[in-house]
């Protein structure tokens, strides 16, 4: 994709016109950004997965046992039947993962790294329904599926905002809207991270939310110098060889800060650990039950290939890439693996594919590395046969 074509989707402004702009920054109303939208999915469907266990379900019922009640998912048949008219919204997590129409909207999304993508969150709602003034640490674009939603937004928030006294759900006890829009099918809207909002069903209402995910400050030091300390033996520790006679014993002095400081940039500022850290940890599935794999041999791989079968990304598997040196790390469903090289394309294909095949993995599997990798994905579960 050319980051200068104006995209359809972003209302005429390229990729990098909306990353410059409104990215992180301010929302982006497109009407008809997919134009005479049909929706992949409709609300029987979505219920339907709403009873599945593997799957994260959330009901919203305005006036419920208590005002904004929440209930969670799996649901029985039952529940959808014995709901109220109006003013409840049902919320299904990682559709992707279960629908692949839905999850081939993420094909127009390419002009960000899908390592930033979560999933796409489906949301029935019947008239009324809404799940109050809310703000997200997430970008999201909005995309109306079916009926029509109103969407009101409002003031910056932080963690600072006030918020109503609800156990499960963060509701703002204060909304400034600032702007509103009736949303149709087709038209979406693009939200920056921690601005309020507030969506209400005008009539029986579907709505694609494609959300993105940044892990927190507070995530990135944890998880990061948990994963570091792994290689950190025991006898490394703070030092003070040559340290001069203190004048007083109680006082801690700053050269001993300056070394501290020193340990900790030594460890921090390795680039091939933070990468190695970074990548497996931004692969990690939302399900990791639902990537397993097979024990296959490589022979037993080449022989399925070539008689027809396709190989294709399990929806529930991360897959990502970079280099280091003349070398290259795949990361795949939250482990890395060190390659040479000569497997690019082979790396960029297996990211990317919609399917791989005899045909356009032919050369790979002619080579021992490319081979290795792409069963190991196999008995990993990042890789599957299609239509198993
Ligand atoms: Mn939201």
Known sequence: MNSDTPLQL???????????DYWQKKPLLVRQAFPDFESPIDADELAGL?????????????????????????????????????D??????AVDQFVPEVAELLEHFRFLPSWRIDDVMVSFAAPGGSVGPHFDNYDVFLLQGHGK??????????SDSALLEHADLRILADFEQSDQWTLEPGDMLYLPPRMAHYGVAEDDCLT?????????????????????SQFLPDEERYTDADAQPVSDPHQIQHEALDRLKGLLAEHMGDERLLLTWFGQFMTEPRYPELVSGEAL???????????????????????????VDDNLLLFASGQSRLLPGHLRELLK?????????IE??????????GLMLISQLVQQGSLGFANE
């Open 10 to 20: 972003l209302g005429g402004l390229t990729a990098r016109e909306f990353l410059r």
């Open 50 to 86: 709403s009873l599945e266990d593997e799957v994260e379900a959330r009901l919203v019922l305005e006036h419920g046992e208590r005002p904004w009640e929440l209930r969670r998912g799996p649901f029985a048949e039952d529940t959808f039947a014995n709901l109220p008219e109006r």
């Open 360 to 369: 356009n993995l032919a050369q790979w599997l002619n080579d021992e590395d």
């Open 297 to 323: 041999t490589e022979a037993e791989l080449l022989d399925s290939l070539e008689n027809g079968a396709i190989l294709i990304r399990n929806p529930s598997a991360r897959l990502a890439w970079s280099e």
């Open 349 to 357: 294909l297996i990211c990317a594919a919609d399917a791989l095949h």
């Open 149 to 158: 939603r109103n969407w009101k937004v409002g003031q910056m928030c932080d």
């Open 208 to 228: 694609y939310s494609v959300g993105f995910r940044a892990p927190s400050a507070a995530e990135v030091l944890t998880h990061f110098t948990d994963f570091l």
């Open 88 to 93: 409840w919204t049902l919320l299904v997590q």
